[in-house]
């Protein structure tokens, strides 16, 4: 009687692990068909250049084997065996959009951030699961934007915003190894946090121009005994520097004197470092404010992975019965910075910490591109921060964001013209994604799959992190 019980125990423990493994496996609509082609003659277009910043009409674009072969207006070129015909219908047609900011956490977020025209994103905190997943990408197993990651976040023991997912060093020695382990495990790209030291921030610095890494990250602050000064940050070499919030609180004090914003433009602007603004995601925290929590719940939050929720509930608590106004006038700030910025004549990026702080997949890039137009920036000026500035940061330039022979086929159809009105970009049409082509449904399917992150694997994978950087 024993074994049979201990039998059926295993058959029904077997059984619940397949249907547990099953119920957490990727969505169909993330798998490519390999047999799909990835050449075509995309006609009756209006190509949207974002080197010029305007629209030509009756253009046409040749894409073999996933890589752009020609552009061009007027009469159509020959069209090689194999290649298909794709109208345009006369809508616009521009290189994907570049998201320099966010955090992935499972499948699902790459399928809300194609689903919206986001064809890159630079994810700001490596865990192992990245690389593999980017490298499965590239190789077009599955159907999500290039993903490029940074290595864990970098920040020193007991920082003020400390948190359980850094991985935490004290000193030279430890932030030195800490650069090695991250080369070693095949990151490339280093994320610097508020918190580090001067003496591990210098060893940081050292050991990736030993290694030939790039850094990105939030600029150091140094501890308190020992305060490291905002120009610091601007001599690094960073390849871009997160958050105007940051900025403003480490630069500024968070004090709003005109002319302090105007000699702070200045001086980035001479550095010739890019700023990555991120006002999306102080603009989310400043609604969560103002509607005393219920923006967390908004439908665009449908994406958001409910173990990072879980993991935010007491920071949306305290937010959400905050009793202040400040954080309307301090976004407002935000804008106005960025602003000051732009006029100075600071490049700009798009990032916009798309996975945390109530902040989804995909929709948010389209509204940090609408807050850049706010800050002043015409909205052809906005679409060239979301792609050749994009590039550019990431050592890309003439292979991603740009549309002319040898970039890349990551392609969006828009259904009116965004130079005109940012707004259009929340109607994407069509996107292509290394020469495969997406239509309406299957981009109504990627925006269903990215409503079902799956809690299992991110448990997994956060398990993973933490034993990897313990
Ligand atoms: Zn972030």
Redesign the pocket.
């Known amino acids: 009687m024993f074994r049979f019980f201990m039998a059926l125990g295993l058959l029904v423990s077997a059984v619940a692990a397949i249907l547990v493994v099953w119920a957490h496996q990727l969505p169909g609509v993330m798998r490519p068909d390999h047999d799909a082609p990835r050449s075509y003659l995309i006609i009756n277009a209006g190509l949207l250049d974002p080197a010029t910043g305007s629209v030509q009409a009756n253009g046409h674009v040749m894409v073999i084997d996933g890589r752009i072969a020609r552009t061009g207006t007027g009469a159509l070129p020959a069209r090689p065996d194999g290649v298909e015909t794709i109208d345009a219908g006369g809508r616009v047609l521009m290189p994907g959009l570049i998201d320099m900011?966010v955090?992935v956490f499972d499948e699902t977020d790459l399928a809300a951030g194609l689903a919206r025209g986001v064809t890159t994103v630079r994810n700001?905190?490596g865990f192992p699961f990245h690389l593999p997943l980017a490298a499965r990408i590239e190789r077009g197993e599955i159907l999500g934007p290039r993903l490029l990651t940074t290595g864990p976040i970098l920040n020193e023991v007991g920082g003020r915003n400390g948190n359980l997912l850094h991985e935490a060093v004290e000193g030279a020695d430890e932030a030195r190894a800490s650069v090695r382990r991250q080369y070693a495990a095949g990151f490339r790209d280093l994320k610097l946090y508020s918190n580090l030291s001067r003496e591990s921030f210098a060893a940081i610095r050292d050991e990736a121009a030993i290694l030939g890494m790039t850094m990105s990250g939030h600029p150091v602050e140094g501890t308190e005994a020992d305060p490291v000064d905002f120009a610091v940050s601007l001599d690094a070499g960073f390849r871009t520097l997160?958050h105007t919030e940051s900025i403003v609180w480490h630069a500024l004090n968070d004090e709003t004197d005109p002319e302090g914003v105007r000699q702070l433009a200045r001086q980035i602007a001479a550095s010739g470092t890019m700023i990555d603004p991120t006002l999306v995601v102080h603009e989310n925290l400043a609604r969560i404010v103002e509607t005393g929590g219920a923006h967390i719940s908004r439908p665009a939050m449908a994406s958001y992975n409910p173990v990072v929720a879980g993991f935010e509930q007491e920071n949306f608590e305290f937010w959400s019965h905050y009793p202040h106004d400040d954080r309307t006038s301090m976004q407002a700030f935000y804008v106005e910075v960025t602003a000051a910025l732009h006029e100075a004549g600071v490049r700009l990026t798009v990032g916009t910490?798309s996975g945390?702080m109530a902040t989804p997949h995909g929709v948010s890039t389209v509204r940090e591109m609408e807050l850049l137009v706010d800050a002043g920036l015409t909205a052809s000026e906005a679409i060239r921060a979301a792609t050749l500035n994009g590039a550019e940061a990431l050592g890309l330039d003439g292979q991603i964001g740009c549309l002319a022979a040898g970039c890349a086929a990551d392609l969006i159809l828009v259904a009116g013209d965004p130079t005109q009105d940012i707004a259009w970009l929340y109607q994407v049409d069509a996107v292509m994604r290394d020469g495969r082509w997406l239509d309406r449904d299957t981009l109504a399917g990627l925006e269903e799959a990215g409503h079902h992150p799956s809690s299992l694997r991110t448990w997994w994978r956060l398990g993973q992190h933490l034993r990897a950087i313990g």
């Open positions: 900011h955090h700001m905190g997160e910490d945390v």
